[in-house]
Protein backbone atom coordinates (compact mmCIF):
# COMPACT_ATOMS: atom_id res chain seq x y z
CA UNK A 1 0.00 0.00 0.00
CA UNK A 2 0.99 3.14 -0.59
CA UNK A 3 0.01 6.57 0.69
CA UNK A 4 -0.89 5.56 4.40
CA UNK A 5 -3.56 7.75 5.97
CA UNK A 6 -4.71 7.69 9.91
CA UNK A 7 -8.35 5.87 10.94
CA UNK A 8 -11.42 8.31 11.36
CA UNK A 9 -12.22 5.50 13.61
CA UNK A 10 -13.17 2.07 14.24
CA UNK A 11 -15.56 2.06 11.36
CA UNK A 12 -13.68 0.34 7.93
CA UNK A 13 -14.59 1.91 4.80
CA UNK A 14 -12.75 1.25 1.42
CA UNK A 15 -13.35 3.08 -1.58
CA UNK A 16 -12.60 0.97 -4.98
CA UNK A 17 -12.23 2.15 -8.34
CA UNK A 18 -12.31 -0.45 -10.69
CA UNK A 19 -10.60 -0.86 -14.01
CA UNK A 20 -9.53 -3.09 -16.48
CA UNK A 21 -6.10 -1.60 -16.60
CA UNK A 22 -5.25 0.33 -13.18
CA UNK A 23 -7.99 -0.65 -10.35
CA UNK A 24 -7.55 1.42 -7.36
CA UNK A 25 -8.03 0.82 -3.32
CA UNK A 26 -8.54 2.79 -0.75
CA UNK A 27 -8.17 1.17 3.03
CA UNK A 28 -7.33 2.30 6.69
CA UNK A 29 -3.65 1.01 5.50
CA UNK A 30 -3.80 3.42 2.72
CA UNK A 31 -4.23 3.01 -0.90
CA UNK A 32 -3.07 0.99 -3.75
CA UNK A 33 -2.86 0.94 -7.43
CA UNK A 34 -3.63 -2.74 -9.03
CA UNK A 35 -2.01 -2.50 -12.68
CA UNK A 36 -2.65 -4.91 -15.12
CA UNK A 37 -2.08 -5.12 -18.65
CA UNK A 38 -4.46 -6.35 -22.10
CA UNK A 39 -5.11 -6.12 -25.44
CA UNK A 40 -8.40 -6.38 -27.76
CA UNK A 41 -7.38 -9.73 -28.99
CA UNK A 42 -6.37 -11.30 -26.07
CA UNK A 43 -8.43 -14.95 -25.45
CA UNK A 44 -10.95 -15.60 -23.26
CA UNK A 45 -8.46 -17.97 -21.13
CA UNK A 46 -5.87 -14.43 -20.88
CA UNK A 47 -9.15 -12.28 -19.94
CA UNK A 48 -9.99 -14.64 -17.29
CA UNK A 49 -6.31 -14.87 -15.61
CA UNK A 50 -6.43 -10.93 -15.95
CA UNK A 51 -10.41 -10.54 -14.34
CA UNK A 52 -8.87 -13.49 -11.59
CA UNK A 53 -5.54 -11.49 -10.96
CA UNK A 54 -7.34 -8.10 -10.17
CA UNK A 55 -10.36 -9.61 -8.12
CA UNK A 56 -7.67 -11.98 -6.01
CA UNK A 57 -5.22 -9.25 -5.33
CA UNK A 58 -7.96 -6.60 -4.43
CA UNK A 59 -9.42 -9.17 -2.18
CA UNK A 60 -5.86 -10.16 -0.64
CA UNK A 61 -5.67 -6.15 0.00
CA UNK A 62 -9.14 -5.33 1.59
CA UNK A 63 -8.28 -6.50 4.44
CA UNK A 64 -11.71 -5.95 7.63
CA UNK A 65 -14.54 -4.01 5.65
CA UNK A 66 -17.40 -2.72 6.77
CA UNK A 67 -18.36 -0.77 4.26
CA UNK A 68 -17.55 -0.69 0.44
CA UNK A 69 -17.98 2.53 -1.55
CA UNK A 70 -17.17 1.50 -5.40
CA UNK A 71 -17.48 3.63 -8.45
CA UNK A 72 -20.32 2.09 -10.74
CA UNK A 73 -19.86 2.19 -14.39
CA UNK A 74 -19.18 4.94 -16.50
CA UNK A 75 -21.77 4.15 -18.71
CA UNK A 76 -20.53 6.70 -21.61
CA UNK A 77 -17.16 5.99 -21.79
CA UNK A 78 -15.66 5.30 -25.35
CA UNK A 79 -13.22 2.94 -26.51
CA UNK A 80 -13.83 -0.75 -26.19
CA UNK A 81 -14.31 -3.64 -23.52
CA UNK A 82 -17.69 -2.29 -22.01
CA UNK A 83 -18.46 -6.43 -21.56
CA UNK A 84 -14.98 -6.92 -20.26
CA UNK A 85 -15.22 -3.64 -17.47
CA UNK A 86 -18.88 -4.71 -17.32
CA UNK A 87 -17.74 -7.98 -16.40
CA UNK A 88 -14.78 -7.25 -13.85
CA UNK A 89 -17.07 -4.67 -12.21
CA UNK A 90 -19.47 -7.79 -10.99
CA UNK A 91 -16.91 -9.98 -10.24
CA UNK A 92 -15.82 -7.80 -7.68
CA UNK A 93 -19.35 -7.08 -6.60
CA UNK A 94 -20.15 -10.05 -6.44
CA UNK A 95 -17.40 -10.93 -4.33
CA UNK A 96 -18.32 -8.28 -1.42
CA UNK A 97 -21.63 -9.37 -1.48
CA UNK A 98 -20.63 -12.70 -1.09
CA UNK A 99 -18.44 -11.16 1.90
CA UNK A 100 -21.69 -9.53 3.50
CA UNK A 101 -19.86 -6.14 2.88
CA UNK A 102 -22.03 -3.50 2.49
CA UNK A 103 -21.81 -1.80 -1.32
CA UNK A 104 -22.34 2.11 -1.89
CA UNK A 105 -22.18 3.27 -5.44
CA UNK A 106 -21.18 6.59 -6.65
CA UNK A 107 -21.19 7.73 -10.63
CA UNK A 108 -18.15 8.79 -11.78
CA UNK A 109 -19.64 12.86 -11.78
CA UNK A 110 -20.86 12.33 -8.19
CA UNK A 111 -17.12 10.83 -6.99
CA UNK A 112 -15.78 14.12 -8.70
CA UNK A 113 -18.19 16.81 -7.39
CA UNK A 114 -17.49 15.58 -3.83
CA UNK A 115 -13.46 15.95 -4.47
CA UNK A 116 -13.13 19.40 -6.36
CA UNK A 117 -17.23 20.72 -6.16
CA UNK A 118 -17.72 20.23 -9.79
CA UNK A 119 -18.74 16.98 -11.37
CA UNK A 120 -17.13 17.56 -14.99
CA UNK A 121 -13.85 17.75 -12.99
CA UNK A 122 -11.01 15.77 -14.71
CA UNK A 123 -8.54 13.42 -13.82
CA UNK A 124 -5.44 15.81 -12.39
CA UNK A 125 -8.10 18.14 -10.84
CA UNK A 126 -9.54 14.91 -8.73
CA UNK A 127 -5.77 14.27 -7.80
CA UNK A 128 -5.25 17.77 -7.33
CA UNK A 129 -8.02 18.20 -4.63
CA UNK A 130 -7.54 14.95 -3.06
CA UNK A 131 -3.76 15.78 -2.23
CA UNK A 132 -4.49 19.02 -0.69
CA UNK A 133 -7.77 17.83 1.16
CA UNK A 134 -6.22 14.86 3.09
CA UNK A 135 -2.20 15.38 3.02
CA UNK A 136 -1.31 12.89 0.81
CA UNK A 137 1.22 13.06 -2.49
CA UNK A 138 -0.71 10.79 -5.03
CA UNK A 139 0.57 10.58 -8.43
CA UNK A 140 -2.11 8.08 -9.56
CA UNK A 141 -5.78 8.64 -10.31
CA UNK A 142 -7.24 5.43 -10.04
CA UNK A 143 -5.74 5.56 -6.24
CA UNK A 144 -6.85 9.23 -5.60
CA UNK A 145 -10.51 8.43 -6.89
CA UNK A 146 -9.96 5.09 -4.20
CA UNK A 147 -9.37 7.91 -1.71
CA UNK A 148 -12.06 10.06 -2.79
CA UNK A 149 -14.95 7.10 -2.47
CA UNK A 150 -13.67 5.99 0.72
CA UNK A 151 -14.03 9.46 2.08
CA UNK A 152 -17.35 9.61 0.81
CA UNK A 153 -18.36 6.49 2.79
CA UNK A 154 -16.94 8.22 6.10
CA UNK A 155 -18.43 11.06 5.58
CA UNK A 156 -21.83 9.62 5.04
CA UNK A 157 -21.48 8.09 8.10
CA UNK A 158 -20.83 11.20 9.93
CA UNK A 159 -16.81 10.43 10.09
CA UNK A 160 -15.48 12.83 8.00
CA UNK A 161 -11.55 12.08 7.57
CA UNK A 162 -11.63 15.59 6.41
CA UNK A 163 -13.62 18.81 6.20
CA UNK A 164 -15.54 18.93 3.14
CA UNK A 165 -17.19 21.92 1.38
CA UNK A 166 -20.62 21.85 1.71
CA UNK A 167 -20.84 22.71 -2.46
CA UNK A 168 -18.97 19.32 -2.42
CA UNK A 169 -21.32 17.29 -0.05
CA UNK A 170 -24.13 17.58 -1.64
CA UNK A 171 -22.79 15.21 -4.06
CA UNK A 172 -23.42 12.82 -0.88
CA UNK A 173 -27.15 13.13 -1.94
CA UNK A 174 -26.47 11.23 -5.47
CA UNK A 175 -24.86 8.03 -4.28
CA UNK A 176 -26.88 4.38 -3.45
CA UNK A 177 -26.25 3.79 0.13
CA UNK A 178 -26.62 0.92 1.85
CA UNK A 179 -29.96 0.49 3.93
CA UNK A 180 -27.37 -1.00 6.62
CA UNK A 181 -27.58 1.16 9.30
CA UNK A 182 -23.62 2.08 9.48
CA UNK A 183 -24.44 5.43 10.58
CA UNK A 184 -25.43 4.58 13.71
CA UNK A 185 -22.63 2.05 14.15
CA UNK A 186 -20.02 4.59 13.39
CA UNK A 187 -21.29 6.99 16.01
Not at 63 to 85: I, M, N
Not at 135 to 154: I, K, W, Y
Not at 166 to 180: F, I, K, V
Amino acid sequence: MAAQLAPASRLHVAGIDISLTGTGLATTMGTLHIPTTGKRGDTLVQRHHRFQHISRRLFDELGECDLAVVEDPAFGAPGGSTWDRGGLWWLIIDGLLDREIPVALVSPKTRAKYATGSGSAGKAAVVEATNRRYGVQLTDDNEADALVLRAMGHDWAGLPLAPAPELNRTALLSCQWPSCGLQEVSR
